[in-house]
Nanobody, 122 residues
Framework: QVQLVESGGGSVQAGGSLRLSCVAS?????RAWFRQAPGKEREGVAF????????YYADSVKGRFTISQSEDKNTVYLQMDSLKPEDTALYYC??????????????????WGQGTQVTVSS
């Protein structure tokens, strides 16, 4: 059972930055960040294969967000720059054995964190 704990959320103005962290209790093959805004479906934001450092991003965040991991692979980060009001959501960390092109389907993930709120004001 992989336990995931997110941190780093908060409130910023548009154009600002935040860095989210997700600490895992044990190794997992792949990790991802999802987000869910009120009344909307959960959507994939960024993904990393921890063994190979392969990364994928949603089109809406490419060039603004960066997913990375610590050397020991237990912590995954999401650096969020040039934030927009539409980035406001509850951000979740997820873990599982996911292969590349299917990374954005939340039903494929076995483990989830509790979420951290990101609010971007205009």
């Amino acid at each position: 059972q992989v336990q995931l704990v997110e941190s780093g959320g908060g409130s910023v103005q548009a154009g600002g930055s935040l860095r989210l962290s997700c600490v895992a209790s044990e190794y997992s093959y792949s990790r991802a960040w999802f987000r869910q805004a009120p009344g909307k479906e959960r959507e994939g934001v960024a993904f990393i294969v921890t063994a190979r450092r392969d990364t994928y991003y949603a089109d809406s965040v490419k060039g603004r967000f960066t997913i990375s991991q610590s050397e020991d692979k237990n912590t995954v980060y999401l650096q969020m720059d040039s934030l927009k009001p539409e980035d406001t959501a509850l951000y979740y960390c997820a873990a599982g054995v996911i292969y590349g092109e299917h990374w954005s389907d939340p039903s494929d993930y076995n483990y989830w964190g509790q979420g951290t709120q990101v609010t971007v004001s205009s």
